[in-house]
């Protein structure tokens, strides 16, 4: 009989635990997430930092001027310091950019050579994959670092042509705990359509 109270104490946490989720609706987009307590939204200044530092960063490593005055962030947010998760959209015309397949393999390739650059002890595993989110296929690009036999990060880009935009999700973990978290916020997402 003594484990039922405990069932329902440990029930009762549950479903409290879950309730804690925030849900965000991007209407740019028709993409409904469920955000984890343990994630805290990053502020639009801190963003723009980040933003900033990563733009500077594959500027120098690939000798370029890079453009992000049109990129909107749709939301930004951190586990703990070093997990990361975050998705923009850029309007992007065909007509003007070129194909936005041969575009993306650019950027994959730009990210590469920066992590090469500015890590040059770290080893770099790279794949390219799709993935599908609630019946939309993305390109998904994951980035493995580890120094001395030890993994550092692993980076994941998402992207698609959606809507005229280029949508991009991207997410930083350390661990798999994250990594499940990070992929249950994607694997749980909607798209109106």
């Known amino acids: ?5 405990l069932f329902l104490l440990l029930l009762s946490f549950k479903i409290s635990y879950a309730q804690q989720n925030t849900r965000f609706t991007f209407k740019e987009v028709g993409w409904t997430i469920n955000l984890p307590s343990d994630f805290v939204i990053i502020d639009s200044l801190k963003n723009e930092k980040i933003n900033e530092k990563g733009k500077k960063a594959m500027e120098e490593s690939n000798n370029l001027q890079i453009d992000i005055s049109q990129t909107k962030t749709l939301i930004s ?3 703990d310091q070093f997990n990361y998760f975050n998705a923009t959209i850029t309007p992007y ?3 003007k950019e070129g ?3 041969e575009a993306t393999i650019g950027v994959k390739a730009m990210l590469y050579k920066t992590f090469a650059d500015k890590m040059p002890d770290a080893v770099i595993d790279s794949v390219s994959t799709t993935t599908v989110i609630d019946g939309l ?5 994951q980035v493995v670092l580890k120094v001395d036999n030890k993994l550092l990060f692993t980076m994941v880009l998402l992207s698609k042509l959606y809507r005229n935009l280029d949508f991009g999700i991207s997410y930083l973990f350390l661990d798999e705990v994250t990594k499940f978290e990070m992929e249950k916020i994607l694997q749980t997402s909607k798209f109106s359509k």
């Open 1 to 5: 009989m003594k484990i039922a109270p």
């Open 77 to 79: 947010a951190t586990k």
């Open 93 to 95: 015309d065909v007509a």
């Open 99 to 101: 194909n936005y397949e």
């Open 137 to 141: 296929s993305f390109d998904k690009f």
